[in-house]
Structures are given as structure tokens and as C-alpha cells.
């Protein structure tokens, strides 16, 4: 009977470390830990760190077209979904958001690999994330001095596509480049069928170091901040079986400034439209925006301007936004109330309507 409970001891000392109930001095496993804050619960485990969001962003409009009796009408503009982080290492990253307003949910699915090891000179992207083009479409909906984007941005920063993507941070991280090959059809069309690949590049200087995709100046820096970009864009459509059946050619650049509390936006586009027969059409738009924190991270206003011509060989057809807007900040872009009034006119159809929103934003 002793050698049997001998035999039993020793087995159970074997096994305890095995199974996770004995640790060796000086190696215990970190615990896991869940937190949260401004908006975001993290989890952090020995290999993996997980971070889990929703934005919530419900927005009444009020519409005075001309012609046509006022409108007032709510929604939920976006509800998202997002789960991002790193796994096996902090080099492999991941991120997944889902969009619950829209009938395609699924709006980023993707993962990246730092090959510099955490320093960012050369990243990996591959999946469904936003194309490298557009400064104020690559800046989330949910960082926004306006509502929403410019009628510029809307017409030639056309948002996410499947691809793989090169890009780096590189001078201290006063230059970020990032380069990519997409199915050119937008986002969740799974396959190319044009056997022709988008191409976006774009260059961004940062003399005074990295400025993040957010605008406003909730904080006054007390130093300035300044990005210069420029980019371009080639989407070959001809041949495939959409109905925009051309090649798009697209050149752009942008400005942003931002110091004390004063915050300057502006980008450029020219773009040429090649159908599969016909003539090439020539269009631009010039966007500009501007505002100051009147309040830190209290209360912001803000002005833009936008014009927009469709066609440059045909007089008469642009398009101009003027807005002017009203921020208030209960936990920065996290948790806010957005509210703007803009002008939309249209010289082709000779007409000016006004749009007023209210936003109200919600990250948990």
C-alpha cells in the first residue's frame, strides 16, 4: 500500500506542472488582464491582445431642397463592430469591423505584419481595408470636424477594396509611404473580373513627426503639427461587368495643419475618366476646412468649402458645399455631439438646397 501511495505522489507532483496548478519559481505565467477605456475593452494574454469596440452614431437631417417641402427625417448613419489587436506577436496584427446598418456588414477584415519588428519601416497589409487615397476618407467617419465627408472626398476617394498593401513609416516618422494592388471593384466583391489590378500610392511628409488621421485640435498642441501628401490612383474598369466600364486616373494631394487649437484641411483631386469607347472625360475638386478649439476638448467650431466640377470641357456643371459646424466634446471624438448646416448648389440644375444635421456619438 506505501509503494502504491509512493507511486501516486510522485505521479501527481509530475503532472501538476503539466496541467497548470504548480509553477516554477521566477516563471509564472502572466495573468490576463481586461480593461477598459475611453470607448474600448482590452484583453491581454501571454500571446494575443485583443481590443473590442462598437460606434453608434444616430443623426437626424433636416432637407430644404428647392422645389420640395421640408424634410426632417432620423437614422442610424453607422453602427459598428470592431475587433483588432495582435496575436502569437505584438508583429501580427489583426483587425475586423462590421457595419450592422448596411446590408454588407463586412467592412474591414485584415492582417498585417511589421517586418521591423514594432518599429514600422516595413508593414505587410493584406485583406479588406481602406485603399491609400484620400486623406479625409482614410480619417474614420467617427473623427470627423463634420458630419460627414466632403462632396469631394465622396466623389474620388472611393474607400475599401481587397488587396495587399507596402507601407512604412520611415526619417524618424516624418515619411509615411504606402503602396497597393486592389481587385479594383470595391469592397466585398471577392472576385477581379477584368484581370486588371487598382494601383494606389501615396507619400506623406511629416517634417514635425507623425499626425494622426483625426481632425480638430481638441488638446492645443503646443506644437505644430504639418502633413503634406501627395497620391495617386489607377483603376483599369474597362472590360469588366460593371456598369462603370472605364479607367479611372486619379492625382491628388493635401495639406493639414494643426496648433493651439486651430485646425486647417484641405486636399486636391484631378481625375480622367477613359471609357471603353467614346471621349476621355476631365473632372477636379478642391476641398478646404478649417476650425479652433474654442473650448479643449470641450467645444469646437468649423467652416468648409468644397467645389466640385464633374466635367472640366463643359461649362456650368459644378457642384459647391458650404458648411459651418458645432462640436461638443463630453470625452473627445469618443463621446460627442455633432451639429452642421450646409449649402449644396448645383449649376446644372440651377438649384441650392439647404441640409441641416445632428449627430450624436456613442464609442463603448
Not at 495582435?86 to 475586423?96: G, N
Not at 450592422?100 to 516595413?122: I, Q, R, T
Not at 509611404?177 to 469592397?187: D, K, P, Q, S, V
Request: overall charge positive; aromatic content about 10%.
Amino acid at each position: 500500500m506505501k509503494t502504491v501511495r509512493k507511486l501516486a505522489t510522485t505521479l501527481a507532483l509530475l503532472l501538476l506542472p503539466v496541467l497548470g496548478f504548480s509553477q516554477s519559481p521566477g516563471h509564472d505565467a502572466p495573468r490576463p488582464a481586461l480593461v477598459w477605456k475611453d470607448g474600448k475593452t482590452r484583453l491581454q494574454f501571454e500571446k494575443a491582445h485583443l481590443e473590442l469596440s462598437n460606434r453608434m452614431q444616430l443623426r437626424f437631417t433636416l432637407q430644404d431642397n428647392e422645389g420640395s417641402p421640408t424634410v426632417g427625417s432620423f437614422r442610424v448613419r453607422r453602427f459598428k463592430t470592431k475587433l483588432e489587436g495582435w496575436a502569437y506577436t505584438p508583429d501580427l496584427t489583426f483587425e475586423l469591423q462590421l457595419n450592422w446598418a448596411e446590408d454588407k456588414p463586412l467592412e474591414d477584415a485584415n492582417v498585417a505584419y511589421d517586418c521591423s519588428h514594432g518599429k514600422k519601416l516595413f508593414v505587410i497589409k493584406a485583406g479588406q481595408f481602406k485603399v491609400p487615397f484620400g486623406r479625409q476618407e482614410l480619417t474614420s467617419a467617427g473623427n470627423q470636424q463634420f458630419v460627414d465627408r466632403s462632396i469631394v472626398s465622396n466623389r474620388f476617394a472611393r474607400g475599401r477594396d481587397l488587396g495587399l498593401q507596402l507601407s512604412g513609416l520611415g526619417w524618424g516618422g516624418k515619411l509615411d509611404w504606402r503602396l497597393g494592388a486592389f481587385n479594383g471593384a470595391g469592397r466585398n466583391a471577392t472576385t477581379n473580373d477584368n484581370g486588371k489590378l487598382q494601383v494606389d500610392a501615396r507619400i506623406t511628409f511629416q517634417p514635425f513627426g507623425e499626425v494622426k488621421l483625426s481632425e480638430g485640435d481638441l488638446e492645443h498642441t503646443p506644437n505644430p503639427r504639418l502633413a503634406l501628401a501627395v497620391q495617386y490612383e489607377n483603376n483599369d474598369r474597362r472590360g469588366s461587368a460593371a456598369a462603370a466600364n472605364s479607367k479611372l486616373e486619379t492625382w491628388g494631394g493635401d495639406a493639414t495643419f494643426a496648433w493651439k487649437g486651430l485646425f486647417f484641411f484641405s486636399e486636391f483631386f484631378t481625375g480622367e475618366e477613359t471609357p471603353l469607347s467614346g471621349p476621355s472625360r476631365r473632372s477636379r475638386g478642391l476641398s478646404v476646412q478649417g476650425g479652433y478649439t474654442l473650448v479643449p476638448a470641450k467645444v469646437e467650431l468649423a467652416l468648409r468649402y468644397a467645389v466640385l466640377d464633374p466635367s472640366r470641357g463643359a461649362p456650368g456643371d459644378r457642384r459647391y458645399e458650404r458648411g459651418i459646424a458645432a462640436n461638443l466634446f463630453f470625452n473627445k471624438h469618443v463621446h460627442k455631439l455633432q451639429a452642421d448646416l450646409r449649402q449644396l448648389e448645383d449649376q446644372r440644375l440651377k438649384r441650392r438646397d439647404w441640409e441641416f444635421r445632428l449627430q450624436y456619438q456613442l464609442i463603448f
